[in-house]
């Protein structure tokens, strides 16, 4: 079906992610860094590119960013699936050109689900899954800000 590369610095977050796309049917590659991940495709173009964001030396925004910058591999559709989910974090990978963000832990078939819109997707498809990630962002950044004031301000009524 399609060439992936799967970046994760956790061999065996890289094994079962590999395992799983291997079963639906793809040929993937895998890389322990950013820079081993840089390296590979330099020397071929992948359809796909499945990234971790908290790794040791250079994070995944680093290698995205990397990504974008390179004019043969720029529009390459990378998928963010991280254990980082955090508004900013989202938000940061959204302007940085990832397609989709997964959660840590997932489900084999949200993992499958999100490699098959990714692979399927149009121009305008991916804008809107980015419009709609970078509104959810925004959404639970907002509620996070509210929890955190009520929490930080428990007694604070209205005195009559």
């Known amino acids: 079906m399609a060439t992936i590369l799967v970046v994760d610095d956790d061999q065996d977050i890289?094994?079962?992610?590999?395992?799983?796309l291997e079963a639906a049917g793809h040929d993937v590659t895998v890389?322990?860094?950013?820079?081993?991940?840089?390296?590979?495709?330099?020397?071929?173009?992948?359809?796909?590119?499945?990234?971790?964001?908290?790794?040791?030396?250079?994070?995944g925004y680093e290698v995205l960013e990397q990504i974008r910058a390179m004019p043969s591999r720029a529009s390459t559709p990378v998928i963010v699936v991280t254990a980082k989910h955090d508004p900013t974090g989202v938000m940061r990978e959204v302007k940085g050109g990832?397609?989709?963000h997964l959660a840590?832990?997932?489900l084999p078939d949200e993992l499958e689900?999100?490699?098959a819109r990714a692979l399927g997707a149009n121009r305008e498809s991916t804008d809107e899954r980015r419009r709609v990630l970078q509104t959810e962002a925004e959404i639970y950044g907002s509620m996070n800000d509210l929890f955190d004031d009520v929490r930080s301000n428990p007694d604070d009524k209205k005195k009559t």
């Open 14 to 20: 890289r094994e079962l992610i590999q395992a799983i």
């Open 113 to 115: 689900d999100v490699v």
């Open 104 to 106: 840590k832990p997932f």
């Open 31 to 59: 890389a322990a860094d950013g820079q081993e991940a840089l390296n590979k495709l330099k020397r071929k173009p992948y359809e796909l590119v499945v990234l971790d964001i908290m790794m040791p030396t250079m994070s």
């Open 98 to 100: 990832a397609v989709d």
